[in-house]
């Protein structure tokens, strides 16, 4: 059954267009400025309409906002239907279906459509903060929603706010039940639209000099590391690998496009190092895992230089356990096309660079002396560690070696790696991070995007690759300490990379910490989890049709719980207050010997008690005469039961 | 709603099947003496229009989150269809042990609305909001009945002829707190009200009467001496109002005048014309009923197996009018 009664007042409008500003919030910074501007004035043009009572708008009207609207969106994004833009889209379309509603039934339609939009909210950011935000602005949805529901009298905003509240406490436990059980499907159900992930920073597939440095002042988080044993690897050996660079065209190192997944082995000199990663999503293919990995994690490959490459691109936070060797001697055998790509220089690219080689491998007596005097000439001539390097041009290894001859791991893995392919020695590149600051707090090390390094692996007869970091010889203290402690004073930096604020650093490795447990426990709840919670509960093969009939269950035995407490509180009932009272005021009067008779009216028994005690005459009057008006008369006014009650709480015997 | 002969042909059965099916279903007795407590059995719920699309919205939500695998959408999406769950307990309680009993109910003219007074009485410890009454599914009443106190809640039915009117089945029904689910009761109260005849419109001159002062003096028609003012009935003669005082924004009063009360006034069904059918020898009855109370005469009626001796003042008017209400004419 519908209401015909579609009351829709002003406090109404109030709180839906509080509803949906808090909730639209967010977006503002992601949405271009003509929708944030366009949106807010429909908002107050509806609040405006709402508070003077005039008509709305007519059709026409809305329909050429939103067409205009579509093309500004268009024009602006290049499409109408992806993750940005459909925001903008699902933006002016709640801002235009505010200028049409004049039903409770269009209102409820923009409560559905705000608890929708608290949902886009977390396509953009799932941390603490905004989870604990995204609750309030639910709490306040809900409240709107009550708030529709009051008919006859309006008891305001914090009776609203509490009931809304109860309902979003006691929806708790069956929440997380739902959260918990819930057969969980591997998404996603529909290819996603193309800038779904985008905006994620992290390693390319290429490395140009220059590329790195964005990187090297984030402090954003790449990926975090649980150690199984309590003594963490010295930080010189944490050597995180990524992407692998092959090729090199004069100014870009760049990965193989297509990576050889063939089976290659190592000898381990030392004993395996056992740990947990949980990466952060970045957009691409590559795991990390310290040099070198012994095992490849579920759903993804080891290529034949040690890459780790999952099936899909990382579009969210996956675990996953590792096992690696950080001492350990290659097969020695390498298969010779590959050994000629790592060779390869092109054209006439870097020729200073080239004549420097032969010149300095033809003093040297075999490859691993000619290697020691390319370190030797880093580390004893004027060559710095800098993270503002100078700009290089067309022939940047030359540029690098002749003049600037300052740099980042970059600059100087690409010069040693030209210098040792010009030399006749294979060499490539390997990027990814060094280092990690463990955080004592949660006890778990973490690496940030300014930990990204590029390293360099040399083909050695007889001992394979072999990891060479020519950075290292420049300014030892960065594989000792971070990119950051090998940056001269003076510098600048980002202000929380900075060691001076003690108490600052610490604060924000407790959030980091609780951060992380936020996201292995609620981000991290992913299908594998909820295998091992059924695991744990007693059910080892876990089908779907199990864990329905699991959930099913539960939920029964909680609604029911719910059920039994709410309705007890119907049976807390007293008698009639009328009556009540009335026995009351019968039973002080009995107590001086003036018992009515059950066969007497009230109206007699007054006469009576009136005539045996005249001094409490109006007080008796007075009570039986609402009494008698209660029982006998037309209405039952609730003011009248509570003076009557008033009336008895005040009547006493003796004066 | 139009129906096709076909359809028209079994609407019949279709109709009896379907109150058949609504009396086990529904619980449907027939009026109920006293009050009526509104225990589990008599409540049903089943979700609102709105409720249905919250439930698509919630589907929608669902799968957005899987596509995209957002962890707070599942947080969010189960926080919703918890609090649907618990809306349903909720609106279910918030009709849940209500006592509904009828209250008075004033007597009326035939063509006007009866005002159904019910008394909706909460003996728990919690405040129920928007509780709505309705009798046609279409208008209906809505009132907050708190912890433990009673509302008077006034039913108008329109009462279209004499006779007694019942109220018939009444719904009583709720969303609270979130309008995604209705739930509602029924309560067929065993209470009635009196519908007297309309009177009769116009002049009506009140019948000849015979004057047995004991002193053989004819007095005037009791309608001249004018004895003071008391407030508006329905149903007094529009020649008695004090219209100037009205015009003064007072309240409506009716002027009384002075009759005897030994002057004996019968009103009888023979004196009115056959012409006028049943319905319509009552109006004129009623009419006159009204003039001579207004003239305050005694006066007595006489309908065919009925008679009630002359006498005076409001109670005489109510058994005249109430008798004129429950009359049957005996098929001659």
């Known amino acids: 059954m519908t209401n015909a009664i579609d009351r829709f007042h002003l406090r109404h409008v109030a709180w839906l267009l509080a509803s949906l500003a808090l909730v639209a919030a967010p977006h503002v910074e992601r949405l271009p400025w003509w929708i944030t501007l366009l949106a807010a004035m429909l908002f107050v043009w509806r609040g405006y309409v709402a508070l003077y009572g005039l008509a709305l708008p007519r059709k026409w009207m809305l329909l050429m906002i939103a067409a205009g609207s579509l093309g500004g969106i268009y024009i602006s994004y290049g499409r109408i239907l992806g993750r940005d833009s459909g925001i903008a889209v699902l933006m002016v379309m709640l801002a235009l279906k505010l200028m049409e509603m004049a039903t409770l039934r269009d209102a409820m339609v923009l409560i559905f459509i705000a608890y929708f939009l608290v949902i886009t909210n977390f396509l953009y950011s799932q941390t603490m903060p905004t989870a604990v935000f995204m609750l309030f602005v639910v709490w306040v949805i809900t409240a709107t929603m009550v708030g529709f529901q009051f008919r006859a009298r309006q008891p305001g905003y914090p009776y609203q706010l509490r009931i809304a509240g109860g309902i979003l406490l006691q929806s708790a436990p069956l929440m997380l039940v739902l959260f918990l059980l819930f057969p969980r499907v591997q998404g996603p159900l529909w290819g996603m639209p193309q800038d779904a992930f985008s905006g994620v920073t992290g390693l390319s597939e290429e490395m140009a000099p220059g590329s790195l440095s964005n990187l090297l002042t984030s402090d954003a988080v790449a990926f975090r590391v649980n150690f199984e044993s309590a003594d963490t690897p010295p930080p010189q050996l944490l050597y995180w690998r990524g992407p692998v660079m092959w090729d090199f065209d004069g100014y870009t190192w760049s990965a193989p496009r297509v990576p050889y997944p063939l089976p290659r082995s190592y000898e381990p000199l030392d004993n395996p190092v056992e740990y947990t990663v949980t990466v952060e999503p970045h957009g691409k293919r590559w795991l990390f895992a310290l040099d070198l990995p012994a095992k490849a994690p579920p759903r993804s490959t080891l290529t034949s230089d040690y890459q780790l490459l999952f099936q899909t691109t990382l579009t969210n936070r996956l675990r996953y356990d590792m096992i690696s060797h950080l001492r350990y001697r290659d097969s020695g055998d390498a298969p010779r096309y590959e050994l000629q790509r790592a060779l390869r220089l092109p054209g006439t690219s870097n020729p200073y660079t080239r004549e420097l080689a032969r010149d300095m491998r033809s003093r040297a007596t075999d490859d691993r002396a000619y290697i020691n005097a390319v370190l030797g000439m880093f580390r004893n001539q004027n060559f710095s560690y800098t993270t503002t390097p100078p700009l290089l041009g067309a022939n940047p290894v030359d540029e690098f070696l002749q003049t600037t001859r300052a740099g980042y791991c970059e600059h100087y893995a690409s010069a040693f790696a030209v210098l040792m392919r010009a030399a006749g020695v294979p060499a490539r590149i390997v990027t990814g991070y060094q280092g990690g600051e463990l955080n004592t707090v949660g006890n778990y090390m973490i690496v940030r995007q300014a930990d990204a390094h590029a390293w360099v692996e040399v083909w050695l007869a007889g001992e394979g690759w072999t990891r060479v970091d020519p950075t290292a010889a420049v300014a030892p203290t960065r594989v000792q300490s971070g990119a950051f402690a090998a940056v001269p004073q003076g510098e600048a930096l980002p202000l929380l990379l900075r060691g001076e604020f003690r108490w600052l650093h610490r604060a924000r490795l407790t959030w980091d910490s609780l951060a992380n447990s936020w996201n292995q426990v609620v981000l991290g709840y992913t299908i594998e989890r909820q295998r091992e919670l059924m695991q744990r509960i007693g059910i080892d093969d876990a089908t779907w049709q199990s864990m329905i009939t699991v959930m099913f269950i539960t939920i029964g035995a909680i609604t029911l719980v719910l059920a039994l407490l709410m309705l007890r509180k119907l049976h807390s009932q007293r008698p009639d207050p009328v009556a009540a009272a009335y026995a009351r005021f019968c039973a002080r009067l009995a107590r001086h010997g003036m018992t009515r008779h059950p066969s007497e009216g009230p109206d007699a028994f007054r006469k009576r008690a009136t005539a045996a005690r005249p001094e409490l005459a109006p007080a008796i009057g007075t009570i039986s005469d609402l009494y008698i008006r209660l029982r006998y008369g037309e209405q039952a006014l609730a003011e009248d039961i509570s003076a009557l009650r008033r009336a008895v709480a005040a009547f006493r015997t003796r004066a | ?332």
């Open chain 2, 1 to 332: 709603m139009r129906l096709t002969p076909v359809y028209a042909f079994l609407s019949a059965p279709y109709r009896a099947l379907r109150a058949h099916i609504d009396r086990w279903l529904f619980q449907l007795h027939g009026p109920e003496a006293g009050h009526i407590v509104l225990v589990q059995r008599r409540i049903f719920i089943l979700p609102s229009r709105h409720g249905m699309l919250y439930v698509g919205a919630l589907l929608l939500m669902l799968t957005g989150s899987i596509n995209y695998n957002l962890s707070l959408g599942f947080v969010l999406t189960f926080l919703l269809a918890a609090q649907g769950v618990n809306a349903i307990l909720q609106t279910f309680r918030n009709l849940a042990r209500l006592r509904v009993a009828a209250g008075r109910v004033a007597p009326v003219f035939a063509g006007d609305t009866a005002r159904f007074t019910l008394v909706v009485d909460n003996p728990s410890t919690l405040d129920r909001f928007s509780i709505g009454i309705t009798r046609d599914k279409h208008d209906a009443i809505y009132t907050d009945v708190l912890a433990l106190q009673s509302t008077i809640v006034g039913v108008p039915v329109p009462a279209p002829q004499r006779g007694v009117l019942r109220p018939g089945r009444l719904t009583l029904f709720t969303h609270f707190p979130l309008g995604l689910c209705y739930a509602w009761a029924y309560a067929e109260l065993d209470t009635q009200c009196i519908v007297y005849p309309r009177p009769e419109a116009g002049r009506v001159p009140l019948p000849a009467h015979d004057i047995h002062d004991g002193t053989g003096i004819t007095r005037g028609s009791g309608q001249e001496d004018f004895a003071g003012l008391r407030s508006y009935h329905p149903g007094d003669s529009p020649r008695h109002i004090a219209w100037k005082a009205a015009a003064r924004g007072e309240a409506l009063l009716t002027k009384q005048f002075s009759g005897r009360a030994d002057t004996e006034l019968w009103l009888d069904w023979r004196a009115t014309s056959d012409t006028l059918g049943v319905d319509g020898r009552l109006s004129r009855l009623a009419r006159w009923v009204i003039d001579a109370h207004t003239a305050a005469l005694s006066f007595g009626l006489r309908l065919p197996g009925i008679t009630l001796p002359p006498a005076p003042g409001d109670a005489q008017r109510e058994r005249c009018l109430e008798a004129l209400a429950l009359f049957q004419p005996t098929p001659a």
